[in-house]
């Protein structure tokens, strides 16, 4: 179970990268451009916004790991939220990064989403790039209690303007050898329009 969830966490890390090379992409035409932020003259697409995969336009991502906030905004960074089906099973979740390629977030949870149903978290990662020489993996580890990787939440699904907001908390660790953990929460809310 515990390299299934490696596999998802590796998933989701692949397509944040897919996603950010997509949006930096000119050369892309098959896909539909959605809209140009002011803040940035990179072109922003839609994927598959009838699959419930959308790269976010406007909208917040804030996690907390230990006494340290890291904050996307999707007028500048990357923000998308997914749809995904693998091995036969429904996952959704965030993913993120931020416009200068330095961190990088994502977190999933199995089944679809559902407002006011909290899912169990089955992949998160927390990948932090500061300098050419310093690179930082927080990555999905057991706590006290196995079966318990966290929650995430939606407080509102496709209402009104509102893509997806709620709540997360998961436990990383830095070191896959080591059990120590840390607590991990935070709060999204991404807009439709």
């Known amino acids: 179970m515990f390299r299934r969830l490696i596999w998802h966490v590796f998933v989701w ?3 944040a990268v897919f996603l950010s090379s997509c949006q930096k992409d000119d050369s892309v035409s098959d896909l539909k451009l959605a809209s140009q932020t002011s803040a940035d003259t990179t072109q922003k697409i839609v994927l598959s916004g009838s699959s419930g995969n959308y790269l976010v ?3 917040t991502l804030v996690v907390k790991l230990a006494d340290t906030s890291y904050s996307f905004d999707a007028l500048q960074d990357s ?3 997914v749809n995904l089906t693998i091995e036969g099973k429904a996952y959704f979740g965030i993913t993120a990064i931020n416009k200068a390629h330095t961190v990088s977030f994502g977190i ?5 989403p559902i407002a006011g149903k909290p899912g169990s978290i089955s992949g998160c ?3 932090l790039h500061p300098t050419e020489t310093s690179n930082t993996a927080f990555t999905l580890r057991p706590n006290a209690t196995p079966v318990d990787f966290g929650v995430l939440s939606l407080e509102k699904y496709n209402q009104d303007t509102i893509l997806a907001k709620g709540t997360f908390h998961t436990y990383l660790s ?3 050898k080591n059990t120590t953990v840390t607590n991990a929460v935070g709060t999204f809310e991404l807009k439709i329009k």
């Open 174 to 176: 830095s070191d896959p």
């Open 125 to 127: 990662q927390l990948l």
């Open 13 to 15: 890390s692949l397509f």
């Open 79 to 81: 923000i998308a939220f």
């Open 57 to 59: 336009n406007k909208g």
């Open 108 to 112: 999933s949870t199995a089944g679809g």
